[in-house]
């Protein structure tokens, strides 16, 4: 079973400038979650989707963040205009539903560097 | 405010050596702990905790969960240098928006010297 994929593992920008992250989720996982991991830190939840809606975007500074999940399969996350203080990990997560007893599989992540 | 604390949050240790790593939450709608191992790379899961005083073993891996007390340990038995990581605790609550979440501590890092 493949795993999930994110993509781009290394991004550097300067600050004010755009970004965006992909996620593919494990194929027929619901459920879809992004994490900003801020070094030393554990991740911290940013986003939560079931299918193509949002469930929890509470902890999402909307002012410059943003994500969609268009088809319910794959997903962006895009920061406009970044700033220093984004500089972490964003980790993209699965699972098969928000219900069962059931871990959240993480991609790789992509570490971000904002100058 | 849902809270959960790990300790120590660095530990270096020898080869062969036993380590147990804490967990301790306060949080409400508890449904789950949960113990993952992150190198560099994505978080990997350990354990799914859900009952107090039932042990969860995988290889040299053991957890358990006090949820009267609210912690977890993890222990790693005769240790080796694969061991290195950060280990992440994680809680899984029914949040506000009425789904289950997961809020993580900040984690342990394990290094293993031979």
């Known amino acids: 079973e493949a795993g999930v994929a994110q993509s781009p593992r290394y991004k550097i920008i300067e600050k004010r400038q755009s970004v965006a992250f992909w996620c593919n989720p494990i194929?027929?996982?619901?459920?879809l979650y992004w994490y900003q991991q801020i070094l030393g830190q554990g991740p911290k939840l940013l986003i939560q989707f079931q299918n193509n809606g949002v469930v929890d975007d509470s902890q999402l500074p909307k002012d410059r963040f943003s994500a969609e999940r268009l088809k319910g399969v794959d997903s962006t996350l895009k920061i406009q205009p970044a700033k220093l203080e984004d500089s972490a990990v964003y980790l993209c997560?699965?699972?098969?539903?928000?219900?069962?007893?059931?871990?959240?599989?993480f991609g790789p992540g992509t570490r971000l560097t904002v100058l | 405010e849902d809270k959960v604390v790990q300790s120590p949050l660095s530990l270096v240790v020898h080869e062969g050596d036993t380590v147990t790593l804490n967990c301790s939450y306060e949080?409400?709608?508890?449904?789950?702990l949960l113990w993952y191992k992150q190198e560099k790379k994505a978080p990997t899961f350990l354990f799914m905790l859900?009952?107090?005083?039932i042990e969860k073993k995988s290889g040299r891996l053991s957890s358990i969960l006090d949820k009267k007390e609210l912690f977890s340990i993890l222990n790693i038995t005769a240790t080796q240098t694969g061991d290195s990581a950060v280990y992440l605790c994680?809680?899984?609550?029914?949040?506000?928006?009425?789904?289950?979440?997961?809020?993580f501590g900040k984690g342990t890092k394990l290094s293993v010297i031979p």
């Open positions: 994680a809680v899984e609550i029914l949040s506000g928006a009425g789904s289950y979440q997961l809020t």
């Open positions: 949080v409400t709608n508890f449904r789950s």
């Open positions: 997560a699965s699972r098969p539903d928000r219900v069962s007893y059931n871990e959240q599989f």
């Open positions: 859900t009952s107090s005083g």
């Open positions: 194929s027929g996982h619901a459920t």
